[in-house]
């Protein structure tokens, strides 16, 4: 992973965390509070994560099987999430060296048209298919994913932080 200047080593990333974080959010999108137009996609949310920080583990055959999983469980067109889903890692991996040379604040910015690709990739396929516009509160989807950016940066960073103050035990 290419990181900015001043910025502090981390660990490698444990596959089996990459692949828990990811079914917890897949869960998260599938409890049972009912689907609204404006709620945030968590599970879009840490896959572009892990399409950025690890894009030879998560990529886009693993979008594409999560989003197929979402498709079913919403019961919508099948390959609909499937499709943005695929669409928003293919694009997130190819501006992943870029994405993080940039502070967390200002990936935020960085993502946002990607979030916003992808609804725009659902509601289209939605629409084609005969469904019903959700209405304007459907543009707020992908602001709250941007905003949710640096709370799953931080915290999907943090089993690979080192020890700020290393000890003979600790070399590095």
């Known amino acids: 992973m290419i990181m900015r200047p001043g910025q502090p080593l981390l660990l490698p990333a444990n596959p089996l965390f990459i692949w828990f974080s990811l079914i917890v959010a897949m869960t998260a999108m599938m409890l049972p509070v009912g689907r609204l137009a404006w709620m945030p996609d968590i599970l879009a949310v840490v896959l572009v994560f892990w399409s950025v920080h690890q894009p030879l583990r998560i990529g886009v055959i693993a979008a594409f099987v999560f989003g197929l999983a979402v498709d079913v469980h919403q019961a919508s067109l099948l390959g609909q999430h499937a499709l943005a ?15 993080l040379w940039f502070t967390v604040p ?54 690979q932080r080192r020890a700020h103050d290393p000890d003979e035990n600790r070399p590095l």
């Open 85 to 99: 889903y695929t669409t928003l890692s293919y694009f997130a991996i190819t501006m992943h060296r870029r994405l």
């Open 106 to 159: 200002s990936q935020t910015i960085q993502v946002l048209p990607l979030f916003v690709a992808a609804h725009a990739i659902e509601l289209a396929i939605r629409m084609l298919a005969g469904g019903a516009f959700p209405g304007p509160t459907v543009l707020l989807a992908p602001v709250l994913e941007a905003a949710l950016w640096p709370v799953v940066s931080i915290l999907l960073l943090l089993p």
